[in-house]
Protein backbone atom coordinates (compact mmCIF):
# COMPACT_ATOMS: atom_id res chain seq x y z
CA UNK A 1 0.00 0.00 0.00
CA UNK A 2 1.74 3.49 -1.10
CA UNK A 3 1.80 6.20 1.45
CA UNK A 4 -0.91 8.31 -0.28
CA UNK A 5 -3.46 4.95 0.27
CA UNK A 6 -2.55 4.90 3.72
CA UNK A 7 -3.43 8.78 4.11
CA UNK A 8 -6.24 8.44 2.60
CA UNK A 9 -7.27 5.76 4.73
CA UNK A 10 -6.49 6.96 7.70
CA UNK A 11 -8.32 10.24 6.91
CA UNK A 12 -11.33 8.14 5.86
CA UNK A 13 -11.45 6.78 9.28
CA UNK A 14 -10.86 9.85 11.24
CA UNK A 15 -13.98 11.72 9.78
CA UNK A 16 -15.91 9.45 11.73
CA UNK A 17 -14.70 10.53 15.20
CA UNK A 18 -14.84 14.31 13.64
CA UNK A 19 -18.68 14.66 15.26
CA UNK A 20 -17.30 14.33 18.72
CA UNK A 21 -16.34 17.92 20.11
CA UNK A 22 -13.80 16.62 22.39
CA UNK A 23 -12.04 14.82 19.35
CA UNK A 24 -10.98 17.34 16.79
CA UNK A 25 -8.61 15.89 14.58
CA UNK A 26 -7.62 17.65 11.22
CA UNK A 27 -8.92 16.37 7.88
CA UNK A 28 -5.82 17.07 5.95
CA UNK A 29 -1.94 16.26 7.31
CA UNK A 30 -0.89 19.93 5.68
CA UNK A 31 -3.23 21.53 8.48
CA UNK A 32 -1.99 19.95 11.29
CA UNK A 33 -0.21 22.83 12.77
CA UNK A 34 -3.53 24.77 13.01
CA UNK A 35 -4.74 21.92 15.90
CA UNK A 36 -2.11 22.73 17.72
CA UNK A 37 -2.84 25.28 20.85
CA UNK A 38 -0.66 28.15 20.71
CA UNK A 39 0.81 29.40 24.07
CA UNK A 40 -0.70 33.17 24.60
CA UNK A 41 0.88 35.64 26.27
CA UNK A 42 -1.74 37.82 27.40
CA UNK A 43 -5.58 36.10 27.54
CA UNK A 44 -8.65 37.32 25.51
CA UNK A 45 -10.67 38.68 28.86
CA UNK A 46 -14.63 38.99 28.53
CA UNK A 47 -14.70 42.46 27.99
CA UNK A 48 -13.02 42.36 25.24
CA UNK A 49 -14.37 39.91 23.62
CA UNK A 50 -17.74 41.79 23.91
CA UNK A 51 -16.24 44.94 22.85
CA UNK A 52 -14.36 42.82 19.09
CA UNK A 53 -17.42 41.63 18.86
CA UNK A 54 -19.84 44.67 19.11
CA UNK A 55 -17.12 46.01 16.91
CA UNK A 56 -17.53 43.65 14.23
CA UNK A 57 -21.43 43.52 14.03
CA UNK A 58 -21.99 47.08 14.57
CA UNK A 59 -19.06 48.73 12.19
CA UNK A 60 -18.10 51.20 15.09
CA UNK A 61 -18.56 54.57 15.06
CA UNK A 62 -19.66 54.73 11.34
CA UNK A 63 -23.15 54.66 10.61
CA UNK A 64 -24.05 56.25 13.81
CA UNK A 65 -25.88 59.20 12.45
CA UNK A 66 -28.58 56.89 11.08
CA UNK A 67 -29.66 55.67 14.67
CA UNK A 68 -29.17 59.41 16.50
CA UNK A 69 -31.83 60.51 12.82
CA UNK A 70 -34.37 57.93 13.53
CA UNK A 71 -34.46 57.63 17.07
CA UNK A 72 -32.97 60.51 18.37
CA UNK A 73 -29.75 61.21 20.24
CA UNK A 74 -30.92 59.74 23.55
CA UNK A 75 -32.37 56.47 22.20
CA UNK A 76 -29.47 55.67 20.13
CA UNK A 77 -27.37 56.21 23.46
CA UNK A 78 -29.22 53.59 25.23
CA UNK A 79 -29.36 51.57 22.46
CA UNK A 80 -25.60 51.30 22.16
CA UNK A 81 -25.28 50.52 26.03
CA UNK A 82 -27.69 47.68 25.42
CA UNK A 83 -27.02 46.21 22.45
CA UNK A 84 -23.40 44.80 23.90
CA UNK A 85 -24.99 43.23 26.99
CA UNK A 86 -28.09 41.39 24.95
CA UNK A 87 -26.30 40.61 21.92
CA UNK A 88 -22.50 40.62 22.17
CA UNK A 89 -21.94 39.19 26.11
CA UNK A 90 -23.75 35.99 25.39
CA UNK A 91 -21.78 35.60 21.74
CA UNK A 92 -18.80 36.12 23.74
CA UNK A 93 -19.38 33.79 26.35
CA UNK A 94 -20.34 30.68 23.70
CA UNK A 95 -17.21 31.69 21.41
CA UNK A 96 -14.96 31.55 24.89
CA UNK A 97 -16.92 27.74 25.67
CA UNK A 98 -16.39 26.64 22.08
CA UNK A 99 -12.49 28.15 21.78
CA UNK A 100 -12.27 26.13 25.32
CA UNK A 101 -13.69 22.87 23.96
CA UNK A 102 -11.56 23.34 20.68
CA UNK A 103 -8.51 24.47 21.51
CA UNK A 104 -7.22 25.51 18.41
CA UNK A 105 -6.92 28.63 15.91
CA UNK A 106 -9.08 27.75 13.40
CA UNK A 107 -12.33 29.29 15.00
CA UNK A 108 -15.60 28.72 13.77
CA UNK A 109 -14.19 26.56 10.84
CA UNK A 110 -13.13 23.62 13.60
CA UNK A 111 -16.68 24.36 15.50
CA UNK A 112 -18.46 23.74 12.15
CA UNK A 113 -16.30 20.64 10.40
CA UNK A 114 -16.70 18.98 14.05
CA UNK A 115 -20.36 19.31 13.77
CA UNK A 116 -21.27 19.22 9.77
CA UNK A 117 -17.92 17.49 8.52
CA UNK A 118 -15.07 19.13 6.26
CA UNK A 119 -17.71 20.00 3.30
CA UNK A 120 -19.60 22.09 5.63
CA UNK A 121 -16.44 23.15 7.64
CA UNK A 122 -14.96 24.54 4.34
CA UNK A 123 -17.99 26.22 3.27
CA UNK A 124 -17.92 28.39 6.31
CA UNK A 125 -14.03 29.44 6.64
CA UNK A 126 -14.97 30.53 2.82
CA UNK A 127 -17.89 32.46 3.34
CA UNK A 128 -16.45 33.91 6.61
CA UNK A 129 -13.65 35.25 4.55
CA UNK A 130 -15.19 36.56 1.54
CA UNK A 131 -18.06 38.63 3.68
CA UNK A 132 -14.61 40.09 5.82
CA UNK A 133 -13.55 41.07 2.57
CA UNK A 134 -16.26 42.25 1.12
CA UNK A 135 -17.00 44.50 4.56
CA UNK A 136 -13.49 45.61 4.74
CA UNK A 137 -13.59 46.90 1.68
CA UNK A 138 -16.39 49.51 2.38
CA UNK A 139 -14.40 51.10 4.85
CA UNK A 140 -12.05 53.17 2.85
CA UNK A 141 -14.86 54.59 0.74
CA UNK A 142 -16.61 55.63 4.07
CA UNK A 143 -13.79 57.05 5.81
CA UNK A 144 -13.82 59.12 1.87
CA UNK A 145 -17.04 60.20 2.11
CA UNK A 146 -17.16 61.28 5.99
CA UNK A 147 -13.73 63.10 4.99
CA UNK A 148 -15.12 64.91 2.16
CA UNK A 149 -17.70 66.28 4.54
CA UNK A 150 -15.22 67.76 6.65
CA UNK A 151 -13.05 68.43 3.69
CA UNK A 152 -15.00 69.50 0.82
CA UNK A 153 -12.26 69.65 -1.84
CA UNK A 154 -12.04 66.28 -1.73
CA UNK A 155 -15.52 66.22 -3.39
CA UNK A 156 -13.53 67.13 -6.62
CA UNK A 157 -11.83 64.08 -6.57
CA UNK A 158 -14.41 61.25 -5.63
Not at 37 to 62: C, D, E, M, N
Request: aromatic share 14%.
Amino acid sequence: MSRDAAETQAIVAEESELRSPLNVRPTSPSVSYMIKPQGRKKPLTLWGAVAIIFYSVSGGPFGTEDAVAAGGPFWALIGFLIFPLVWCLPEALVTAEMSSTFPSNCGYVSWVTAAFGPYWGFQEGFWSWLSGATDNAIYPHLLMSYLAVAFPILNEKL
